[in-house]
């Protein structure tokens, strides 16, 4: 399978507690991008990344939330000190080209007790 | 944020018929559209897109209609089938890369 893999597919939490996320890009792409997925709604755009530099990130984002690519491959999203409202799906992303099609992996659901 | 409303609208159709899902974007300067769809547990699947400088774009059984002057997507699926059943996004492209996604439309297909 060479699609965006993410890791894991499901994690339940405490609140308080530290969790992260691993994405896995399509290897020829050099665009990885982060959203957040509630009930009901749209994936709502975290941060972008193109190479290891990360471009943009939403003020939305709290600064409990930190995202790294180091070597341009693959990327990690840290929450710090989770809150029920952190309880949603995290999606990553990965395009050839900016603008362009992203490709999303299955995403990796948070849930916060 | 950006996204808005927890009631997401939905659309039934028969199988067979034509389905038409509709979309209003926000930002004028916005350059470039798609469409996804997302079933139950999964991410967003890539259907179709198209640039600020085309009016229509056509896929197999898919096409998606541009109106710029009233900041207008449509995307029309023929011949709707059982697996068309999913949740359709729209997401423009504001600046950079990133797309903003809309609320999405929730599409049932009655066999």
């Known amino acids: 399978d060479t699609g965006v893999s993410q890791d894991p597919r499901h994690k339940i939490t405490k609140r308080g507690q530290n969790v992260t996320f691993r994405c896995d890009p399509i290897s020829e792409h050099n665009h990885l991008y982060w959203y957040r997925q509630t009930l009901g709604q749209g994936p709502e755009f975290l941060t972008y990344f193109q190479n290891e530099a990360q471009l943009e990130k939403s003020r939305l984002l709290s600064d409990r939330f930190s995202a790294e690519r180091p070597k341009g491959s693959f990327s990690t999203l840290e929450i710090q000190r989770t809150e029920q409202g952190d309880s949603a799906m995290y999606l990553c992303a990965s395009s050839f080209s900016s603008p362009g099609e992203l490709f999303f992996g299955e995403g990796s659901r948070l849930t916060v007790l | 944020g950006e996204n808005v409303g927890l009631h997401l609208p939905t659309l039934s159709v028969q199988e067979g018929d034509n389905s038409i899902i509709n979309c209003a974007y926000s930002n004028s300067a916005s350059d470039y559209f798609i469409w996804y769809k997302q079933e139950s547990g999964k991410g967003p699947q890539f259907i179709i897109d198209?640039?600020?400088?085309?009016d229509k774009r056509q896929g197999q059984r898919v096409t998606v209609l541009l109106n710029k002057t009233v900041k207008h997507l449509s995307l029309q699926i023929a011949a709707t089938q059982p697996g068309d059943s999913a949740v359709y996004f729209c997401?423009?492209?504001?600046?950079?890369?990133?797309?903003?996604f809309g609320q999405g439309t929730e599409l049932s297909v009655k066999p």
């Open positions: 997401a423009e492209n504001w600046q950079g890369g990133k797309l903003i």
């Open positions: 198209i640039r600020s400088n085309m």
